[in-house]
């Protein structure tokens, strides 16, 4: 169906001029009009979005479908606005940041068809903005299915930032930077950065009871959003009345203008769940890396790594340098033989070598948590049959923290009906994000929070769901074990601008052993050792682990100190310097104390940095301990070389910092009396 864009505002009740919404700075602006087809009666709403004058997004077609009829698309006859304005703060139980100023510009469209009327919900602020679908349950509408027809057509050329999210690997792929006339198929959020310097991130927020979108390109700048179907090809199952997730389209100046924004949070609904005092950030060590690692099995046998010992010995080593909880993998029955896609992860019974009882007292007596695991394999019928039990069994030993997983290729989610017939379900379709809902929900009400691995996209939940904590949900650290060749020296400076826009990830950082060998075959992690160090705060999650082993810690016992103390929930971050893919500092202030941290990160290339200081808190002096690569460091020749100094600094000083090839550097700032 062919397009012809005749704006003809004349026909509509909106009076003329009144139909855009700008930012309260007046940078950005959405405007509303209208096209046809050649079936004169066939009327499509459009937008437009400016930025600093500059057209960023020519006329995108917006609408829905419902149950493959055109009631939203024939005989627009009226359009309604009601406009507000809002400007509120509001305050984060965890976060990047304490304080959120939500301030934006709202209109809501009311469109009026032959039939029905359905509505677009505009929102806009500084740094980007948001629309939504809405429709309102009304006389003679009763509608099962939707599918959205919402375009991005993208009036520059540039770079993109992207990836698939398709195959076997799903999310978990490295990211791409090509022309953006070259993607194809990509899942958000995907970046842009225009050739007029102008930088743009496509994503969603408030994914409920939807399926998540994938972009695929057209050609000509044009991307239209594609939801993930049901298994039989549906797109999303409704009733009315309806309302879509947010889709979202940051605008930024400069690449670090991507990392400040709250967009996303600032689209979700506050928190639900009331006291949530009870929802833990912190560190935690586990029995993890050493299987990944092949020093052990998950599974039952000679080389099983979830002993009782053995988690005795992780929660010792946590209690003697303050971590706050120990994960045990291979816990629980179901490990033997093929379990990915297999009901046969026992999620309520121990292995017998790992006495659960035993070992939570034994961290509740040390001051540690026991953190909790639940690998699904991806069959999620199963899981969800057990997914109480197995919340009990955990809140009775006083677990706070689970760790879920869903192992499998991206549409092999088991889901087993009623009948009993199996169908396989996409990991950010329809049912998986139901999925998780339930999971976090049934959660809550045990006061555990989850860590999703294989999850669904972030699309800013931890608001509404404060227990909701981190997610996978990109390629982690564990590819530097499983991948050939593993990780590339950029892919941690990527993901800042890509994935980590949408929410926190458990990448797990702070690998200390760099070169290693599986299977008789050497492996490298890809960075240096003091950027292992400035992972932790260039990379945000309310809780970090610390996966190596205490005797590759102890090895570098000055540098482990900055893991040590490096917290993991903040009062203020801000971001400093960068370029997409290229490198990136953030500043961070600690939640609830005095001290800032800074984390930077280059990719393959060398770096000096010089950093003005302007962050730190006026009047103050501050001991700052420099973690940083030595003069001759390299990931590949020598990634252990690092040097530790100290000097007194206050916000008039700029530091000058050398980073190597792959490297990085760590500081913390202690106000001096
Ligand atoms: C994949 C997860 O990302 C990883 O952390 C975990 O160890 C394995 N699945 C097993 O559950
Ligand atoms: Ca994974």
Redesign the pocket.
């Given at each position: 169906m062919r397009l012809g864009i005749g704006v003809f505002f004349a026909l509509l009740s909106l009076s003329a001029g009144a139909e855009g919404v700008s930012s309260p700075d007046g940078s950005i602006r959405f405007e509303l009009s209208f096209a046809q087809t050649e079936d004169p009666s066939e009327t499509y709403p459009v937008y437009t979005v400016t930025f600093d004058d500059e057209e960023i997004i020519r006329p995108s077609r917006l609408g829905l479908r419902a149950d493959d009829r055109d009631d939203f698309s024939t005989g627009l006859s009226r359009v309604t606005v009601a406009r507000k304005t809002s400007d509120t703060t509001w305050e984060q139980p965890w976060g990047e940041r304490r304080f959120v100023r939500d301030h934006n510009n709202q209109a809501i469209y009311t469109l009026r068809f032959d039939a029905f009327e359905m509505a677009v919900h505009v929102r806009v602020f500084d740094d980007g903005l948001a629309f939504r679908y809405a429709i309102p349950e009304q006389d003679g509408l009763d509608i099962r299915t939707v599918d959205e027809l919402t375009q991005f057509v993208v009036n520059r050329s540039g770079t993109a930032f992207w990836q698939t999210g398709d195959g076997h690997e799903g999310y978990e792929h490295l990211y791409q930077a090509t022309d953006i006339d070259d993607v194809t198929t990509a899942h958000t959020p995907i970046t842009l950065r225009l050739d007029t310097g102008t930088h743009l991130s496509f994503h969603e927020a408030a994914l409920i009871d939807y399926p998540a979108y994938r972009l695929i390109a057209q050609g000509d700048g044009r991307f239209d959003v594609d939801l993930r179907p049901w298994s039989d090809g549906t797109k999303a199952r409704v009733s009315l009345p309806f309302l879509s997730p947010w889709r979202t389209i940051q605008l930024a100046r400069s690449a670090t203008g991507l990392l400040d924004s709250d967009l996303i949070l600032n689209l979700n609904e506050p928190n639900v769940l009331g006291d949530v005092s009870w929802v833990e950030p912190g560190k935690y060590a586990g029995i993890?890396w050493e299987?990944?690692r092949g020093l052990g099995t998950?599974s039952t046998g000679p080389r099983h790594a979830a002993t009782t010992a053995a988690a005795k010995a992780k929660i010792d080593f946590a209690a003697e340098y303050g971590f706050d909880g120990v994960l045990a993998?291979?816990w629980n029955i179901g490990w033997d033989g093929d379990w990915v896609g297999e009901p046969i992860q026992d999620l309520t019974r121990s292995v017998r070598g790992f006495d659960l009882p035993a070992v939570a007292r034994y961290a509740r007596d040390s001051g540690v948590r026991l953190v909790g695991?639940q690998?699904t394999?991806g069959h999620v019928t199963h899981y969800e049959k057990q997914m109480d039990a197995a919340f009990d069994l955990l809140e009775r030993h006083g677990v706070r923290q689970v760790?879920t997983?869903?192992?499998g290729r991206t549409g092999s989610l088991k889901r087993v009906d009623d009948n009993g017939v199996t169908h396989f379900e996409h990991k950010d379709g329809q049912f998986a994000v139901r999925h998780h809902m339930t999971n976090i929900l049934k959660a809550a009400e045990r006061r555990i929070s989850i860590n999703t691995?294989?999850p669904v996209k972030d699309t800013g939940l931890r608001r509404t769901y404060p227990n909701w904590l981190s997610r996978?949900g990109s390629r982690?650290q564990?590819f530097n074990v499983w991948g050939d060749p593993g990780n590339p020296p950029e892919h941690e400076v990527m993901l800042a601008y890509t994935r980590l826009l949408s929410g926190p990830m458990?990448f797990?950082p702070g690998v200390f052993d760099l070169d290693f060998e599986i299977s008789g075959k050497p492996r490298r992690v890809q960075t240096t050792l003091a950027k292992q160090l400035a992972l932790y705060v260039t990379i945000y999650s309310p809780i970090q682990m610390v996966p190596d082993m205490r005797e590759n810690y102890e090895r570098y016992r000055d540098a482990f100190q900055f893991i040590v103390d490096v917290p993991t929930d903040w009062e203020e971050s801000v971001a400093l310097a960068g370029e997409v893919g290229d490198f990136v500092a953030f500043a961070r202030k600690e939640r609830g104390g005095d001290d800032w941290y800074l984390g930077a990160i280059t990719d393959e290339q060398a770096r000096d940095l010089s950093l003005p200081l302007g962050f730190l808190d006026d009047g103050q002096s501050y001991r700052a301990t420099i973690y940083s690569d030595g003069p001759d460091a390299h990931w590949e020749t020598s990634p252990y070389e690092y040097v530790i100094r100290q000097s007194t600094v206050n916000n008039k000083n700029t530091l000058e910092l050398k980073l190597a090839p792959g490297g990085g550097a760590a500081i913390r700032f202690e106000p001096e009396e």
């Amino acid at each position: 169906m062919r397009l012809g864009i005749g704006v003809f505002f004349a026909l509509l009740s909106l009076s003329a001029g009144a139909e855009g919404v700008s930012s309260p700075d007046g940078s950005i602006r959405f405007e509303l009009s209208f096209a046809q087809t050649e079936d004169p009666s066939e009327t499509y709403p459009v937008y437009t979005v400016t930025f600093d004058d500059e057209e960023i997004i020519r006329p995108s077609r917006l609408g829905l479908r419902a149950d493959d009829r055109d009631d939203f698309s024939t005989g627009l006859s009226r359009v309604t606005v009601a406009r507000k304005t809002s400007d509120t703060t509001w305050e984060q139980p965890w976060g990047e940041r304490r304080f959120v100023r939500d301030h934006n510009n709202q209109a809501i469209y009311t469109l009026r068809f032959d039939a029905f009327e359905m509505a677009v919900h505009v929102r806009v602020f500084d740094d980007g903005l948001a629309f939504r679908y809405a429709i309102p349950e009304q006389d003679g509408l009763d509608i099962r299915t939707v599918d959205e027809l919402t375009q991005f057509v993208v009036n520059r050329s540039g770079t993109a930032f992207w990836q698939t999210g398709d195959g076997h690997e799903g999310y978990e792929h490295l990211y791409q930077a090509t022309d953006i006339d070259d993607v194809t198929t990509a899942h958000t959020p995907i970046t842009l950065r225009l050739d007029t310097g102008t930088h743009l991130s496509f994503h969603e927020a408030a994914l409920i009871d939807y399926p998540a979108y994938r972009l695929i390109a057209q050609g000509d700048g044009r991307f239209d959003v594609d939801l993930r179907p049901w298994s039989d090809g549906t797109k999303a199952r409704v009733s009315l009345p309806f309302l879509s997730p947010w889709r979202t389209i940051q605008l930024a100046r400069s690449a670090t203008g991507l990392l400040d924004s709250d967009l996303i949070l600032n689209l979700n609904e506050p928190n639900v769940l009331g006291d949530v005092s009870w929802v833990e950030p912190g560190k935690y060590a586990g029995i993890w890396w050493e299987i990944h690692r092949g020093l052990g099995t998950w599974s039952t046998g000679p080389r099983h790594a979830a002993t009782t010992a053995a988690a005795k010995a992780k929660i010792d080593f946590a209690a003697e340098y303050g971590f706050d909880g120990v994960l045990a993998e291979g816990w629980n029955i179901g490990w033997d033989g093929d379990w990915v896609g297999e009901p046969i992860q026992d999620l309520t019974r121990s292995v017998r070598g790992f006495d659960l009882p035993a070992v939570a007292r034994y961290a509740r007596d040390s001051g540690v948590r026991l953190v909790g695991h639940q690998e699904t394999g991806g069959h999620v019928t199963h899981y969800e049959k057990q997914m109480d039990a197995a919340f009990d069994l955990l809140e009775r030993h006083g677990v706070r923290q689970v760790k879920t997983g869903y192992v499998g290729r991206t549409g092999s989610l088991k889901r087993v009906d009623d009948n009993g017939v199996t169908h396989f379900e996409h990991k950010d379709g329809q049912f998986a994000v139901r999925h998780h809902m339930t999971n976090i929900l049934k959660a809550a009400e045990r006061r555990i929070s989850i860590n999703t691995h294989e999850p669904v996209k972030d699309t800013g939940l931890r608001r509404t769901y404060p227990n909701w904590l981190s997610r996978e949900g990109s390629r982690g650290q564990e590819f530097n074990v499983w991948g050939d060749p593993g990780n590339p020296p950029e892919h941690e400076v990527m993901l800042a601008y890509t994935r980590l826009l949408s929410g926190p990830m458990d990448f797990t950082p702070g690998v200390f052993d760099l070169d290693f060998e599986i299977s008789g075959k050497p492996r490298r992690v890809q960075t240096t050792l003091a950027k292992q160090l400035a992972l932790y705060v260039t990379i945000y999650s309310p809780i970090q682990m610390v996966p190596d082993m205490r005797e590759n810690y102890e090895r570098y016992r000055d540098a482990f100190q900055f893991i040590v103390d490096v917290p993991t929930d903040w009062e203020e971050s801000v971001a400093l310097a960068g370029e997409v893919g290229d490198f990136v500092a953030f500043a961070r202030k600690e939640r609830g104390g005095d001290d800032w941290y800074l984390g930077a990160i280059t990719d393959e290339q060398a770096r000096d940095l010089s950093l003005p200081l302007g962050f730190l808190d006026d009047g103050q002096s501050y001991r700052a301990t420099i973690y940083s690569d030595g003069p001759d460091a390299h990931w590949e020749t020598s990634p252990y070389e690092y040097v530790i100094r100290q000097s007194t600094v206050n916000n008039k000083n700029t530091l000058e910092l050398k980073l190597a090839p792959g490297g990085g550097a760590a500081i913390r700032f202690e106000p001096e009396e």
